[in-house]
T-cell receptor, first 118, second 111 residues
Framework: GAVVSQHPSRVICKSGTSVKIECRSL??????MFWYRQFPKQSLMLMAT?????????EQGVEKDKFLINHASLTLSTLTVTSAHPEDSSFYICSARGGRTGGDYGYTFGSGTRLTVV | QKEVEQNSGPLSVPEGAIASLNCTYSDRGSQSFFWYRQYSGKSPELIMF????GDKEDGRFTAQLNKASQYVSLLIRDSQPSDSATYLC???????????FGKGTRLSVIA
């Protein structure tokens, strides 16, 4: 089946530093990647949508200069949290459209990244 | 505004019983619907999807769709403690649009 590999699974960083999260589609071409954030006991919140080779579309209220998304190839998308602060601590999950999971409408999730900013 | 509504729960059922999870959606243009299971601290995993009116069965799981009522449900037969998780309902409309997720229903299966 379709697999999206997400790394790192956990990261702790100091306030003010930047963190890069990678998502790779292992056996299919991910034409579109969605990035979500999830706070404890809350639902998934869509942050942005990126299509390979074009600029990401950010949801209202998400700072594009703080959450940099790069989708330079059909198998790799990255999210960089710049100048991270404690309030950015969250669970970040990518989801790729493509592949065979769920049939023609496949949306495959990465395993998530737990970011803690201290 | 496209919305997917779910009862947040928690829904508690005894082991071996049928758990019934419900979901309504606002966008009549939604084409297909997904049920995901999410364990605490983990990423959502797909249980099944449905796009035609009626029932779709997969093992212990049955998804039901009623487009006229804009209603989707998931039945879990012979519930097990390992089924205890949050269940997310999601709707898909068209193209490369993101899934619209509900807030999830927390299910607790009591041994």
């Amino acid at each position: 089946g379709a697999v999206v590999s997400q790394h790192p699974s956990r990261v702790i960083c100091k306030s003010g530093t930047s963190v890069k999260i990678e998502c790779r589609s292992l056996d299919f071409q991910a034409t579109t990647m969605f990035w979500y954030r999830q706070f404890p006991k809350q639902s998934l919140m869509l942050m942005a949508t990126s299509n390979e080779g074009s600029k990401a579309t950010y949801e209202q209220g998400v700072e594009k200069d703080k959450f940099l998304i790069n989708h330079a190839s059909l198998t790799l998308s990255t999210l960089t949290v710049t100048s991270a602060h404690p309030e950015d601590s969250s669970f970040y999950i990518c989801s790729a459209r493509g592949g065979r999971t769920g049939g023609d409408y496949g949306y495959t999730f990465g395993s998530g990244t737990r970011l803690t900013v201290v | 505004q496209k919305e997917v509504e779910q009862n947040s729960g928690p829904l508690s059922v005894p082991e071996g019983a049928i758990a019934s999870l419900n979901c309504t959606y606002s966008d009549r243009g939604s084409q297909s619907f997904f049920w995901y299971r999410q364990y605490s601290g983990k990423s959502p995993e797909l249980i099944m999807f449905i796009y035609s009116n009626g029932d779709k069965e997969d093992g212990r799981f049955t998804a039901q769709l009623n487009k006229a009522s804009q209603y989707v449900s998931l039945l879990i037969r012979d519930s097990q403690p390992s089924d205890s998780a949050t269940y997310l309902c999601a709707a898909y409309s068209s193209g490369n649009t993101p899934l619209v997720f509900g807030k999830g229903t927390r299910l607790s299966v009591i041994a």
